[in-house]
């Protein structure tokens, strides 16, 4: 099978990838990919997309990074990649990155998603939730990116719900920082492997 395979061409492993049925199936189709062709924006970013979603998220970054290097008009993998540093503590690496989505404007998802997620890091809580609840109103595309924001803000409307005197107290013990903590609580998964 595998001689057959290796007659395929980066369209037709690409194609295969976003198809595939486990992880490690199409890491190894984009893995060929790039064999092929390492100027591959999108192999790119594909494949930091698979190594954030198990948990790898320092090569998602750089594979991020390198997939919005090679292409510059993929507004998702610049999303993405603010994510990633967002997600790891990094707000100004993660402003540079949405920089370029600027120019989606204020009726674009990912516009209003990372608008978003900044005043979630700066504790505007109801401003974040009014931009991810207008972002998810306009984003019929991407239902995975939906239910990640939707994460963020069931998280922020714990944070403002008026507080009683347990959930102060655990909101002490929780050592919770805010934004930061709700970032952490809702887009990261507790089994990392890789920072």
């Not at 292409?71 to 100004?92: K, M, N, W, Y």
Request: net charge negative; charged share 30%.
């Amino acid at each position: 099978m595998r001689n057959e395979s290796e007659k395929l061409d980066s369209e037709e492993l690409m194609h295969l990838a976003m198809h595939a049925e486990n992880h490690e199936q199409a890491i190894s189709y984009l893995k060929r990919v790039l064999e092929m062709s390492d100027d591959n924006g999108k192999a790119y970013y594909l494949l930091g997309a698979i190594h954030a979603e198990i948990g790898m998220y320092e090569r998602a970054t750089e594979e991020m990074t390198r997939a919005v290097e090679l292409e510059p008009d993929l507004p998702t993998a610049h999303f993405q990649l603010g994510l990633l540093h967002i997600t790891s503590g990094r707000v100004t690496e993660a402003e540079n990155a949405w920089r370029s989505l600027d120019e989606l404007g204020d009726t674009d998802p990912l516009f209003l998603f990372k608008r978003g997620m900044l005043h979630l890091v700066n504790d505007e809580f109801d401003d974040c939730i009014k931009d991810l609840n207008q972002g998810i109103a306009l984003n019929s595309q991407n239902e995975a990116l939906n239910n990640d924001m939707r994460k963020v803000i069931s998280k922020a409307e714990q944070v403002i719900k008026p507080a009683s005197p347990s959930s102060e107290l655990d909101k002490e013990e929780s050592g919770s920082d805010g934004g930061h903590h709700i970032l952490l609580a809702a887009y990261q998964r507790d089994d990392d492997t890789e920072h």
